[in-house]
């Protein structure tokens, strides 16, 4: 069923969903997608029509310069949907003012903002069961482009395909997790793609993080490539200390991402009256608050988690537990957070962004 | 026409040849692929039975990991035809165990080395039509691995695909070029993945190329990321200077790739009496050099472009130039090396491997 609506995205229905054949209740992130997706393609100087069609694998040639460049940039989303079976985005500006700005690092020309809000809104809208409400049920929503350029030549290629996928989603970590601060291997240098959601940066992490996950630390808080003095941020989250009422996190700069829920949590301690210190955190001053027992929280920041507490660390071979509180400051910014997102709680900021 | 071999390659010939398309004197470097391809999928915790098949577009889910966090490594090889017709290829066990030493950063199974050598033998001879003889020609080679799992949770997959793809090429940059010595931006960090051919690297180094070549220069030499103090190496290449009749070069760390023609060239010097010092460059040195007169040469080593002499660089918006000498230790090597590839001269050091 083929329908060419005025705003010229092209849409092609699947005859049939998958979606009586999904279990709800156990979700595993990432693997389970929906009936459409959203492909645009970048060809002779533009982007190309958009479709909407039945979520399928494609055909791509082996030269493609993505499987040899990895010029490809993403983004994580998620749609919520409330009791009366409304749909929100959160603060889906940002996410695609910032896959613009990744994109520029990597040579990957634009995306056009019309193309990418209506056709998110259109997908999201096609593939609406698959939205369940309640707290902790969202949509994860996945846009990326990738270089489909069929020439090994190490330059930026000349076509590209943006998508996007969209893959119900549980809360993302269950369980507190215990974290390495890095001592060793880097995320990113001054002046490379760290602050960029390039494909790379995540393939790139993956050894250091299976050896933290053999010494029984699910997570790596990276820390300054030069020195590794500095904590920087998670990889997938931002990160957050609590010293004594304070909150403390890095500021932004090159190496590190510009997470949407760090900003959101640094806005809502303004509006709760916390102290929240934006400026460089460092090993020894954890370490040590650790100790003297000030140091109260750590949690990380991002979109698929939300928030993560953190309730352990490792650093040259101590291991600091933390305590876990009953009122902290996680559990605070995470139902501030979630309620905010599921419509259950006023928006003062704005932040919430209704599908239509 | 399926046939099975003793040693577990399935090969499915193509009916049909793409060569009389080809224009051989014409050729643009990564855009024209052979008639065959190799191809090895990894599944349930190993490489499965490889498959030589003709040249083809895959099928690929969108949610493959590649797409997403650019879990790729890559090699480039070449091989050579000599008059009478046999097909060699030059070290490439150093390919081999490189391309594994990549993965392993990446958290990508290894290869296995049987696979790896019957596969492209095979390979070159189903395709030998294509390698043409005389120095300058050669088949490109790119062996890569992809992450092909679909599900986008950002930790290592568990099924991958493992291809060859060939690409019949002349020499790849045909002219001196000018490079820029990079000051803000970087290629790697310490305890990051610059020591391997991870498809990230690349892409992340086309933005600041494109800056420099709008500025007139093809190529940026990169320097530590640290202090941008000191030169590391071209991106695709390594790099040389020549000060008086000393070579120098930088070298091997985690952020530099550890180069077969870099490595061929030391030891070429070697035998040719020639001074080489493989020690940190400063660029502050350098600069010295060309004010004095005492910089020769600088020239880039690189499987694609063999050996690439620099005809200027550009550093705190100085322009430095290089006069190009008759008897230049670039042309030197290069002869030598093109020449021990291509079966003309001896081989000391059995670099050359005959494809039977």
Same mark, same amino acid.
């Given at each position: ?50 479709? #909407? ?211 959101s949590v640094i806005s809502l301690a303004k509006d709760l ?12 001053? #954890? ?46 910014f995470?139902?501030k957070l ?19």
């Amino acid at each position: 069923m083929i329908e060419t609506n005025p705003n010229e995205i092209v849409i092609v229905k699947s005859e049939t969903s998958k979606i009586g054949s999904v279990d709800f209740d156990n979700l595993i992130f990432g693997r389970v997608f929906t009936d459409h997706m959203f492909v645009c393609d970048y060809e002779d100087g533009k982007w190309q029509t958009p479709q #909407i069609m039945p979520y399928q694998a494609m055909t791509i040639e082996p030269s493609a310069r993505v499987f040899h460049y990895g010029q490809a940039v993403f983004e994580g989303m998620k749609a919520y949907k409330d009791d009366d079976g409304r749909i929100f985005l959160f603060r889906p500006d940002q996410n695609f003012n910032r896959i613009n700005k990744s994109a520029a690092r990597l040579a990957i020309p634009e995306f056009r903002k019309d193309f990418f809000f209506e056709g998110l809104e259109k997908l999201l809208k096609l593939d609406s069961d698959w939205i369940k409400p309640g707290v902790g049920n969202s949509m994860y929503i996945r846009p990326f482009v990738i270089a489909t350029e069929p020439a090994i030549s190490a330059s930026p290629a000349m076509s590209y395909r943006f998508m996007i996928i969209l893959s119900p989603a549980k809360a993302y970590y269950n369980e507190p997790v215990r974290v390495l601060f890095a001592e060793k291997y880097s995320r990113s240098a001054d002046g490379g793609v760290g602050f960029a959601k390039a494909a790379g940066n995540y393939a790139a992490q993956f050894y250091p993080t299976s050896l933290a996950q053999k010494k029984g630390f699910q997570q790596i808080i990276w820390t300054d490539a030069n020195t590794h003095e500095y904590l920087e941020e998670a990889g997938t989250m931002n990160i957050f200390f609590r010293v004594n009422d304070t909150l403390i996190t890095a500021p932004n700069n090159d190496r590190i991402l510009d997470g949407v829920t760090r900003k959101s949590v640094i806005s809502l301690a303004k509006d709760l009256g916390i102290e929240c210190e934006v400026r460089r955190v460092s090993v020894k001053e #954890i370490k040590a608050a650790a100790i003297d027992g000030s140091l109260k929280e750590i949690f990380g920041a991002g979109t698929a988690a939300v928030i993560s507490p953190v309730s352990a660390f490792e650093h040259a071979e101590e291991v600091y537990e933390l305590e876990q509180l009953d009122n902290s400051y996680a559990s605070l910014f995470k139902e501030k957070l979630m309620n905010i997102q599921h419509n259950i709680s006023e928006d003062p900021h704005g932040w919430r962004y209704e599908v239509k």
